[in-house]
């Protein structure tokens, strides 16, 4: 599968974090986008073409990932846009938060690298899971 014409969206306000996972992604040919704020994701969201999938923190400085989906997921407009939570939280509630509010996958920090790019293919080849 060729992923060149895929593009993500990466929010994280870590920039040593959000540089790693840009790398990472770029050796499978993606184009790669990045937000340390939800407030810079959200303008970048605004503009013409959506990403192919957005690949979200649920700790940010402005407002939590959580709300950041909600939000989102209000709009018909991403709908289709599937929604990886990358996350250092581990609790199984706030878990199974993230899922209900309408993230596709959930993967903790720290991650393996070869993971992340798998679940990132899986994503981008399938589209959103519909439950």
Not at 26 to 49: G, M
Request: net charge neutral; glycine share 2%; hydrophobic share 45%.
């Amino acid at each position: 599968m060729t992923l060149s014409s895929k593009r993500i969206l990466v929010v994280d306000d870590d920039p040593d974090l959000l540089q790693l996972v840009r790398v990472l992604l770029l050796r499978v040919n993606v184009e790669v986008a990045t937000a340390e704020h939800a407030s810079i994701a959200a303008q970048k969201l605004r503009s013409e073409p959506l990403p192919d999938l957005l690949i979200l923190d649920l700790m940010l400085p402005d407002i939590s990932g959580i709300d950041f989906l909600r939000q989102l997921r209000e709009q018909p407009k991403f709908d289709m846009l599937p929604v990886l939570v990358l996350s250092a939280l581990i609790d199984p509630e706030q878990i199974r938060n993230a899922l209900n509010c309408g993230a596709d996958r959930y993967l903790t920090k720290p991650y393996i690298a070869h993971n992340l790019i798998s679940v990132v293919q899986e994503i981008l080849k399938t589209g959103r899971r519909r439950t």
